[in-house]
């Protein structure tokens, strides 16, 4: 059984910017696409 709860899926450093990270982050958002 799989166990519940949040799981890690992208580390993130929060004390670092974007462009700072480990892996680059992707912004979703477009405006053609609705929210």
């Known amino acids: 059984m799989a166990p519940y709860g949040s799981r890690l899926v992208v580390p993130v450093d ?5 462009w700072e990270q480990e892996l680059l982050l992707h912004n979703r958002w477009h405006p053609e696409i609705p929210p």
């Open 14 to 18: 929060l004390k670092k910017k974007p």
